[in-house]
């Protein structure tokens, strides 16, 4: 069952979304009804950590106290001294 609603967009869009749908010979309301139907039925992909980047996890360890704001402060002032 079909269900008529108004969205309200910018003009310029509006145009481009009609030009769009006239070349991929389709219609406004397909093109958003499909777009709403990939958002709502998507299912989050996990991440995939390449075997290199897993191997470097966790060999850096640091002091309790080591503050990143404070480092990452002095290695600009380093930089643009």
């Known amino acids: 069952m079909k269900k008529r609603i108004t969205i309200t967009i910018n003009k310029d869009m509006a145009e481009s979304a ?4 006239s070349a991929h010979d389709t219609n406004i309301s397909q093109l958003v009804e499909t777009y709403l139907n990939r958002l709502c039925n998507e299912t989050p992909s996990a991440v995939e950590i390449s075997p290199l980047v897993r191997s470097l996890s966790g060999i850096i360890t640091l002091q309790d106290n080591y503050n990143r704001k404070e480092a990452f402060t002095r290695h600009l002032i380093g930089k643009y001294k």
Do not use: E, I, P
Request: charged share 50%; no cysteine.
């Open 18 to 21: 009609k030009k769009y749908a």
